[in-house]
């Protein structure tokens, strides 16, 4: 177990580095409680910088959903259930209060929790085969991580509520443009629905937008020929029904209403959620079938 994460320190700078490549840095609750204690221990050594990588092909694939189904098919582990959701919530809380700045560094698949609990860091650099994805609601799952507030707040509602509710795949360089990842940019400022500047732009100066520059900017999710429109609101209906409804509920209002709480309430919010959507048949069928796919 003390290898499944590493850490380590040079001068001014410490590393933490996933270290479960044969299982695609799939995460459990020992690979939480050990991020906690790594990102705990880099805080009291006074790291000004923290790098947060992962050795293996792939950054991390997320939740182990193995060990998550065993989990919620055995009352007998009822209690080990619920510390396996709320330590994703303990995660944000250390790497929120830890003083340095924290670098991370994706590649290959970031997946689900897996991104969603690195969306506090500071700085986030992208190997060209990197690949987001958020599925949660596909599989009826729920988000966690606050991230129903800083994704939106990192990239707009629109975009964040394309990314939650579709489960659509990023490529790094979509990322980038969407300015969900940074290489030698700031970090974004954190507009809501599509950036303050752009916002008072159109408000104030009355700009025509075309259909392709509102989807440009994150304004519209997607433009199409106009006799093919009725097809694709179809196709696009069908996509969200077959999604989680309980899960597909709570993203709408926690989107919603989460941008003017405090990143403590959201948190708070958001374990309540994974909790009773963990507890659905529905959930415990599609994991089921994720895990036969297996």
């Avoid at 792939?58 to 009352?75: C, E, I, P, Q």
């Avoid at 992208?126 to 799952?141: F, H, Q």
């Avoid at 489960?167 to 443009?177: F, I, T, V, W």
């Avoid at 309980?246 to 989107?255: G, H, N, P, V």
Wanted: aromatic share 6%; hydrophobic share 40%; net charge neutral.
């Amino acid at each position: 177990m003390e290898d499944i994460v590493l850490y380590e320190k040079r001068g001014d700078i410490g590393k933490i580095t996933l270290n479960k490549p044969e299982v695609r840095n799939a995460i459990t609750l020992d690979v939480l409680k050990k991020l906690i204690e790594l990102f705990e221990t880099s805080a009291e050594n006074d790291d000004v910088c923290v790098i947060y990588t992962a050795n293996g092909k792939h950054f991390t694939v997320g939740a182990d959903l193995k060990y998550g189904y065993d989990l919620l098919t055995s009352k007998e582990r009822l209690a080990e259930a619920i510390e396996f959701l709320e330590s994703w919530q303990i995660l944000t809380r250390k790497m929120i209060a830890h003083p340095g700045i924290i670098i991370v560094g994706y590649h290959g698949w970031v997946i689900g929790g897996g991104f969603e609990h690195t969306l506090v860091c500071d700085y986030k650099i992208a190997a060209e085969d990197t690949r987001i994805m958020l599925p949660e609601v596909g599989l009826g799952l729920f988000f966690s991580n606050a991230s129903t507030k800083l994704l939106p707040r990192i990239i707009g509602e629109g975009r964040a509520k394309e990314l939650m509710i579709m489960g659509k795949e990023l490529s790094a360089e979509e990322a980038h443009r969407i300015g969900l990842v940074n290489q030698v940019c700031p970090t974004p400022s954190l507009p809501r629905i599509i950036g303050e500047g752009r916002a008072k732009e159109l408000m104030i100066m009355g700009k025509e937008l075309s259909a392709e520059e509102a989807h440009r900017i994150g304004l519209v999710n997607q433009v199409c020929p106009t006799p093919s429109l009725p097809r694709i609101l179809k196709k696009t209906a069908n996509m969200i029904v077959s999604r989680d409804h309980l899960a597909l509920q709570y993203t709408k209002k926690f989107i919603n209403e989460n941008q003017d709480l405090s990143i403590e309430s959201v948190l708070a919010r958001e374990s309540i959620a994974m909790i009773t959507t963990g507890q659905s048949d529905e959930l415990k069928k599609r994991l089921e079938k994720f895990v036969k796919k297996e």
